[in-house]
Nanobody
Framework: QVQLVESGGGLVQPGGSLRLSCAASGSTFNIYSMRWYRQAPGKERELVASIRRMEGSTNYADSVKGRFTISRDNSKNTVYLQMNSLKPEDTAVYYC??????????WGQGTQVTVSS
């Protein structure tokens, strides 16, 4: 099993920045990729960014390309999501997800990000 704990959410003005962290524990050696999802009120959960644990290759949703950066520190079993130039439409609960080899995945509890003036 893998446990995920997110942190770093909060209230920020449009144009501001936040960095989310996701610390993994447990069977972290079996993680294939780490992903950030978000879910806004009344909307479906959407994939924001992903990173492969070993080679570090990344992918982003078109809506965040050029503004968000996903990174990882394997020595700390932590994944980050640096969010710049935030917009009100980025307001959502952000969830960390770990995909293990064998297609089992685990979710964090979520952290609220609110972009508002």
């Amino acid at each position: 099993q893998v446990q995920l704990v997110e942190s770093g959410g909060g209230l920020v003005q449009p144009g501001g920045s936040l960095r989310l962290s996701c610390a993994a524990s447990g069977s972290t050696f079996n993680i294939y990729s780490m992903r950030w999802y978000r879910q806004a009120p009344g909307k479906e959960r959407e994939l924001v960014a992903s990173i492969r644990r070993m080679e570090g290759s990344t992918n982003y949703a078109d809506s965040v390309k050029g503004r968000f950066t996903i990174s990882r520190d394997n020595s700390k079993n932590t994944v980050y999501l640096q969010m710049n130039s935030l917009k009100p439409e980025d307001t959502a609960v952000y969830y960390c997800n770990a995909l293990l080899h064998g297609s089992i995945d685990y979710w964090g509890q979520g952290t609220q990000v609110t972009v508002s003036s």
